[in-house]
């Protein structure tokens, strides 16, 4: 693999870590260390799962191959970006559909798409993660908030946003806001709530979408 294919795969890498970030809110890294040693996984952090990730100009079968092989017990999933596409999501259909009993057979949908799947797991079974994005709505919370802020073009309130949209939990919305800026993609203003006798610090802040916010948009929206 030349220089260009590396630099290329570890930025699809990051893309791929932050967008699953944002979408479910827990916290996922690079498996740098297995990969440089024995190969092994690219990202880790969302418990039941074996994430590959691939950012090249050609989809190539042999992907979901490596995926599977790398799997263990986990569930395999592919992550891809083609140029100037979109971020896809590939999995056995039988993962997912239990009808579907030839393993061979996979589904490819979109990232968000995936999240959904992904964030059902984390509802129920052994996988529960305390903060992670489950309240309704949460598919595509980070983009529909973004957009919100561009309509208003103005410093708005995570609580504003929050009303705009389907999600009912106050605390977890300003959860995604706080990932939001910590990822430059909003500023932010304001004087935490701790700082004025109460325990919360979401809701008096005020966010702005930032250039990268909007690139951001452009790339994932």
């Not at 798409?113 to 919370?141: D, H, K, N, W």
Request: charge should be positive; glycine fraction near 12%; include cysteine.
């Amino acid at each position: 693999m030349g220089t260009m294919s590396r630099r290329k795969g570890r930025a699809g890498e990051n893309e791929c870590r932050i967008l699953l970030e944002l979408e479910l809110g827990i916290a996922i890294q690079r498996n740098w260390q297995e990969q440089a040693a024995h190969g092994g996984v690219d990202l880790i952090g969302l418990p039941g799962w074996a994430i590959e990730v691939k950012r090249a100009k050609n989809y190539s079968n042999a992907w979901f191959e490596q995926a599977v092989e790398q799997a263990g017990e986990n569930t395999p999933v592919l992550l891809y970006r083609l140029d100037r596409g979109k971020w896809k999501a590939e999995i056995r259909g039988a993962d997912v559909i239990p009808e579907l009993s030839e393993e061979t057979e996979t589904v490819t949908m979109s990232l968000p798409a995936f999240c959904t799947i992904a964030r059902e797991r984390l509802m129920v079974g052994s996988y529960q993660i305390e903060g992670a994005m489950m309240g309704p709505g949460g598919g595509y919370r980070p983009q529909l908030a973004l957009k919100i802020m561009l309509e208003k073009d103005e410093p708005i309130t995570a609580e504003q946003i929050r009303k705009q949209t389907s999600c009912t939990d106050g605390r977890i919305f300003g959860s995604l806001m706080s990932r939001l800026f910590r990822q430059g993609l909003v500023s932010r203003t304001g004087t935490p709530r701790s700082q004025r006798g109460n325990k919360s610090a979401n809701g008096v802040f005020q966010y702005k979408v930032t250039d990268a916010g909007r690139e951001w948009l452009k790339k994932f929206g």
